[in-house]
């Protein structure tokens, strides 16, 4: 046999025996690797009627609904990466926790993700047709969802946008310091003031003017200020308890339904004299310099839906950012080097107290994003992201069937737990 007719054989069989080996080497990392059924992923245990509730009882349960980190790591290291749990009789939600299986999850979900969230708050928004059109984005699937997102983020997401708030946001915050920080009698818990000052720069992007000017009678339990910031607490307070407790608002007003519906309709009464007063000065000055005045003038949303984006924005506004301020704050205090660095870093910027903050001087301030980037690493704004399964997936090793009309199958992950070995 010639040399080359021979080589030319063993190539083949080199390929092949290379192929060959690669099937079997798949066919035994999958194929022979048995996928476990729904029900046979660990949980807690679920009780007739009652479900896991009993676990979040105070005083008696293990879980707290305040305390959703505490109940992620203490899931995860009894029963492991993969997590079953009936809180509601007939709502099964699955945790997750590896990265692969949050990979799967997220290539999984669709052209329009689909989530199982604020369905209180649904409620009362679809019982009133007259002013909002959908639930809002908060608790809104499908192309509804899509349709306000990408009209709401499209002026959101512009550079110019941002720049233009840089100004207005600079003299809020320096009255803040003159009139509030720099003020004698200062009390040990900061967290109201900061309140105060993310309510002001939230309806400021909201409603495009100022509410309050940091006087002390604004601190009254009757002020406007302290309405809307007790509003919004009362309704983020309750949801996540009507979403995952016994759903008995669906039958009649509960306490926690009625607390959503007196705080969002203060809100909502706002909202309405506002963008009513912003449309009427559109139509007779014609500008829309505005975040506001964009949206209402957008022929991709109506006032229905900008009234809906507004009391959205209210709601996840003030609470959101006063929490990371307080989260950002305490780990500065914490890290007394990082502190200075940061500092320094500013003093250079701003070489004495009356020099004004400028979109091109955030540009440069390289370390200040890097901390802030890395407390929301530390503490992000929220502890998980839930899905409703469009399809069926498998889940380190476990099947999840696809959404049922009677059941959820609800995936949620904690990027918030740390020093864990999954």
Same mark, same amino acid.
């Given at each position: 046999?010639?040399?080359?007719?021979?080589?030319?054989?063993?190539?083949?069989?080199?390929?092949?025996?290379?192929?060959?080996?690669?099937?079997?080497?798949?066919?035994?990392?999958?194929?022979?690797?048995?996928?476990?059924?729904?029900?046979?992923?660990?949980?807690?245990?679920?009780?007739?009627?009652?479900?896991?509730? #009993? =676990?979040?009882?105070?005083?008696?349960?293990? #879980?707290?609904?305040?305390?959703?980190?505490?109940?992620?790591?203490?899931?995860?290291?009894?029963?492991?990466?993969?997590?079953?749990?009936?809180?509601?009789?007939?709502?099964?939600?699955?945790?997750?926790?590896?990265?692969?299986?949050?990979?799967?999850? $997220?290539?999984?979900?669709?052209?329009?993700?689909?989530?199982?969230?604020?369905?209180?708050? =649904?409620?009362?928004?679809?019982?009133?047709?007259?002013? #909002?059109?959908?639930?809002?984005?908060?608790?809104?699937?499908?192309?509804?969802?899509?349709?306000?997102?990408?009209?709401?983020?499209?002026?959101?997401?512009?550079? =110019?946008?941002?720049?233009?708030?840089?100004?207005?946001?600079?003299?809020?915050?320096?009255?803040?310091?003159?009139?509030?920080?720099?003020?004698?009698?200062?009390?040990?818990?900061?967290?109201?003031?900061?309140?105060?000052?993310?309510?002001?720069?939230?309806?400021?992007?909201?409603?495009?003017?100022?509410?309050?000017?940091?006087?002390?009678?604004?601190?009254?339990?009757?002020?406007?200020?302290?309405?809307?910031?007790?509003?919004?607490?009362?309704?983020?307070?309750?949801?996540?308890?009507?979403?995952?407790?016994?759903?008995?608002?669906?039958?009649?007003?509960?306490?926690?339904?009625?607390?959503?519906?007196?705080?969002?309709?203060?809100?909502?009464?706002?909202?309405?004299?506002?963008?009513?007063?912003?449309?009427?000065?559109?139509?007779?000055?014609?500008?829309?310099?505005?975040?506001?005045?964009?949206?209402?003038?957008?022929?991709? /949303?109506? $006032?229905?839906?900008?009234?809906?984006? /507004?009391?959205?924005?209210?709601?996840?506004?003030?609470?959101?950012?006063?929490?990371?301020?307080?989260?950002?704050?305490?780990?500065?205090?914490?890290?007394?080097?990082?502190?200075?660095?940061?500092?320094?870093?500013?003093?250079?910027?701003?070489?004495?107290?009356?020099?004004?903050?400028?979109?091109?001087?955030?540009?440069?301030?390289?370390?200040?994003?890097?901390?802030?980037?890395?407390?929301?690493?530390?503490?992000?704004?929220?502890?998980?992201?839930?899905?409703?399964?469009?399809?069926?997936?498998?889940?380190?090793?476990?099947?999840?069937?696809?959404?049922?009309?009677?059941?959820?199958?609800?995936?949620?992950?904690?990027?918030?737990?740390?020093?864990?070995?999954?």
């Amino acid at each position: 046999m010639r040399p080359e007719r021979y080589y030319n054989i063993m190539r083949r069989v080199n390929h092949c025996n290379k192929s060959t080996l690669f099937q079997i080497l798949r066919f035994l990392s999958t194929e022979t690797k048995k996928v476990k059924e729904f029900n046979e992923i660990p949980g807690p245990i679920s009780l007739p009627l009652v479900g896991t509730l #009993y =676990q979040y009882l105070p005083v008696f349960g293990k #879980y707290k609904f305040d305390r959703l980190h505490y109940n992620g790591l203490a899931k995860l290291r009894q029963y492991g990466p993969v997590v079953r749990e009936d809180i509601v009789p007939g709502v099964s939600i699955v945790w997750i926790f590896k990265p692969e299986d949050i990979e799967t999850l $997220f290539r999984k979900e669709g052209r329009y993700p689909e989530r199982r969230s604020h369905l209180a708050l =649904q409620k009362y928004r679809l019982s009133k047709p007259e002013v #909002y059109n959908t639930g809002g984005l908060l608790p809104t699937n499908g192309p509804d969802w899509w349709r306000l997102r990408k009209a709401f983020q499209k002026h959101l997401s512009k550079i =110019q946008c941002i720049k233009g708030y840089v100004d207005s946001t600079n003299t809020v915050i320096e009255e803040f310091i003159d009139r509030r920080i720099k003020r004698k009698g200062h009390s040990d818990d900061f967290s109201p003031e900061l309140s105060r000052l993310f309510l002001e720069l939230t309806y400021y992007v909201a409603f495009d003017e100022r509410l309050q000017w940091f006087k002390d009678e604004e601190w009254d339990s009757d002020s406007e200020c302290s309405k809307l910031i007790k509003a919004a607490h009362d309704i983020n307070s309750v949801i996540l308890k009507t979403d995952n407790g016994p759903q008995l608002w669906r039958k009649f007003d509960t306490p926690k339904y009625k607390s959503i519906k007196k705080g969002h309709e203060h809100i909502e009464k706002i909202a309405l004299k506002v963008v009513s007063e912003k449309l009427t000065s559109i139509k007779t000055t014609g500008s829309k310099t505005s975040l506001l005045g964009e949206y209402l003038s957008s022929n991709e /949303t109506d $006032f229905k839906d900008v009234i809906g984006m /507004t009391v959205d924005t209210l709601l996840a506004g003030i609470d959101t950012a006063t929490y990371s301020c307080c989260f950002g704050l305490y780990h500065l205090s914490s890290n007394p080097d990082v502190q200075k660095k940061m500092f320094s870093e500013a003093q250079a910027l701003l070489p004495d107290n009356n020099t004004p903050v400028t979109y091109g001087m955030l540009e440069r301030a390289v370390y200040a994003k890097a901390v802030v980037k890395e407390m929301f690493r530390m503490n992000p704004i929220s502890v998980g992201v839930g899905r409703i399964l469009p399809e069926e997936c498998v889940f380190s090793g476990y099947r999840v069937p696809a959404g049922v009309n009677a059941t959820y199958n609800i995936i949620k992950y904690y990027t918030i737990i740390r020093d864990v070995t999954i």
